[in-house]
């Protein structure tokens, strides 16, 4: 079965860093879009990143320039580099696929499997 299992969430302080990952099982990891999600406290998820099967990436508005999506597909892991982190960058984060080759359009969260999150929290 699909498994999402996502890591590396942590505090820190403005301006700093952090990589999380998101480690899959169950299905052939590199032939689908993944894709990471946020959640704060009284919001809506949002989409931060996503990656497709070719290798095309998208990104929001707020993760430009400061946020990486990556793959290992050797390691069955994705990756988001987190870099300039800010306090409304503090949320839950999630990845999730919905075993498609291509991704949907960056504002839909219609996707199928999510992981359990990890919590992202930074202070100013």
Wanted: charged share 20%; proline share 2%; net charge neutral.
């Amino acid at each position: 079965q699909v498994q999402l299992v996502e890591s590396g969430g942590g505090s820190v302080q403005a301006g700093g860093s952090l990589r999380l990952s998101c480690t899959a099982s169950g299905f052939t990891f590199s032939s689908y879009c993944m894709a990471w999600f946020r959640q704060a406290p009284g919001k809506e998820r949002e989409a931060v990143a996503d990656f497709d099967s070719t290798t095309r990436t998208t990104y929001a508005d707020s993760a430009k320039g400061r946020f990486t999506i990556s793959k290992d597909n050797a390691k069955n892991t994705l990756y988001l580099q987190m870099n300039n982190l800010k306090p409304e960058d503090t949320a839950m984060y999630y990845c999730a696929t919905d075993l498609r080759i291509w991704c949907v359009p960056l504002g839909s969260d219609d996707y199928y499997y999510w992981g359990q999150g990890t919590q992202v929290t930074v202070s100013s």
